[in-house]
């Protein structure tokens, strides 16, 4: 069974927004890693002062070992990420239910 996982973090979402254009090709490497990790669907958000991600992944451990990277800490914090403020992570086993849509 396969685990949801939202990942908040404060930051400069402008300076994040921007990223998306201008480091496109490291946003697809990065995608590129995760789903040779586990990572089996992925997606942002963006509100005022945070970014979330929403991510399906194989198991929550597959998470946890390509989130922990350092590189990758490095990345979120060179885009825009609060690295003074540890991400809020919620994890759980994806379930079906009758008003899935």
């Known amino acids: 069974m396969s685990v949801l996982i939202a990942t908040r ?6 300076a994040f927004t921007t990223s ?3 480091r496109a090709g490291e946003y697809r490497e990065i995608a590129d890693r995760a789903k040779a990790a586990g990572a089996l669907h992925h997606q942002f958000a ?3 002062g945070f970014v979330v991600i929403m991510d399906e992944w194989e198991t929550q451990d597959a998470f946890r070992a390509f989130f922990a990277d350092p590189e990758l800490q490095g990345f979120i914090a060179s885009v825009g990420g609060d690295a003074s403020t540890p991400p809020q992570v919620l994890a759980g086993e994806k379930i079906d239910s009758p008003d899935k849509f």
């Not at 973090?9 to 402008?14: E, K, P, Q, Y």
């Open 9 to 14: 973090f404060t930051g400069d979402t402008a």
């Open 20 to 22: 998306l254009t201008e």
């Open 46 to 48: 963006v509100g005022d």
